[in-house]
């Protein structure tokens, strides 16, 4: 596609519930990052993916979160048992070579989750 | 482990006036810097970057930035702002080894006076 895609855009779960948030990459992108962004503060690393492999988990805040990219295009974040403190923008983001600092990392508009 | 400081939350700057936004890295080894600039309702979308070579990189959108090392900062300038700039603007830093991860700074908001 011409850009990252999200969806959904806007989730709103009720406490306890589990969501799926979707990310499609450009074509091509090698590198698929996941980030989450809490209101008024700046993204904060999830996870990384180079083609199909999850090289870094290590921002994952707890085992309710979990990542896939099974075909190494398409990612989910999902998220079980969905706690208030899980409120936050999802971003994904995507580049053509392996990691951040060889290439430009490209954005998508994220998906914005509110648990209440 | 690395981090960024951005010490303004919000900035105020009249239409056509210059500006300059801080950014402040640490990191042991050789950095990578970005600025992004995120509009509301948009993604994150690159200004500028620097990794080796001319410490003073150009951008889009007329930004620039100078990379000091010795004060590890990385400021943003534009010299004439327009009120299209009115966004949040995040510095970030990945290292050249080890996380390939972007670490961002927590932004600042800046708002264009007409």
């Known amino acids: 596609g011409a850009g990252v895609s999200q969806s959904p855009r806007y989730k709103v779960a009720k406490r306890g519930q589990d969501v799926a948030l979707r990310c499609d990459p450009i074509?091509?992108?090698?590198?698929l990052f996941w980030y989450q962004q809490a209101l008024g503060q700046g993204p904060e690393f999830l996870t990384y993916f180079q083609n199909e492999a999850q090289l870094d988990k290590s921002g994952l805040p707890s085992d309710r979160f979990f990542a896939e990219r099974p075909e190494g295009s398409v990612s989910t974040l999902k998220i079980q048992r969905t706690q208030q403190e899980d409120s936050a923008v999802y971003l994904c983001?995507?580049?053509?070579?392996?990691?951040?600092?060889?290439?430009?990392?490209?954005f998508g508009e994220g998906s914005r989750l509110t648990v209440l | 482990a690395q981090s960024v400081t951005q010490p303004d939350i919000h900035i105020t700057v009249s239409e056509g006036a210059s500006l300059e936004l801080r950014c402040n890295y640490s990191y042991g080894a050789t950095p990578y810097l970005f600025w992004y600039v995120q509009s509301p309702g948009q993604g994150l979308q690159l200004l500028l970057k620097?990794?080796?070579?001319?410490?003073l990189v150009q951008g889009i959108k007329g930004f620039e930035a100078e990379f000091k090392r010795s004060q590890s900062s990385f400021n943003l300038r534009k010299p004439s702002v327009h009120w299209s700039d009115a966004a949040e603007y995040f510095c970030a830093v990945v290292g050249d080894t080890g996380r390939r991860a972007l670490t961002f700074g927590s932004g600042t908001r800046l708002q264009v006076q007409p």
């Open positions: 074509s091509g992108h090698v590198s």
């Open positions: 983001a995507s580049s053509f070579t392996g990691g951040s600092n060889t290439g430009e990392l490209f």
């Open positions: 620097y990794f080796s070579g001319d410490t």
